[in-house]
C-alpha cells in the first residue's frame, strides 16, 4: 500500500513538472512576443516623423502639379490664338 501511494505522488509530481514546463514555454513564448512588439513600438518615433516628412512631400507635390496644370491650361489656351496669328494653322 505504501508503495503504491509513493508511485502515484511520483506520478503527479512528474505530470506536475511537464505541466510547468509547459507553463514555462508559453511564458517564454509570451516574453519574446511583447520584446518583438516593443521593438515594434520603440520605431514609431521615427515612423511618426517619417510620415510627416512625407505628407510634406505630398502637399509640395499637389502644389506643383496644380501650378503645372495652370500654366498647361493657360498655354493651351493662348496656343490658338498663337498659331493663328502666326499662320501655322
Known sequence: ???ATEQ???TELRRLGILMEEGLGRQDAMLEAMALALEHVRHIPAMREDLAEVKQDIKTIKAAVTDTNRELHSTGRRTPRTRTHTGLT
Open 8 to 10: 502515484l505522488i511520483l
Open 1 to 3: 500500500m505504501k508503495e
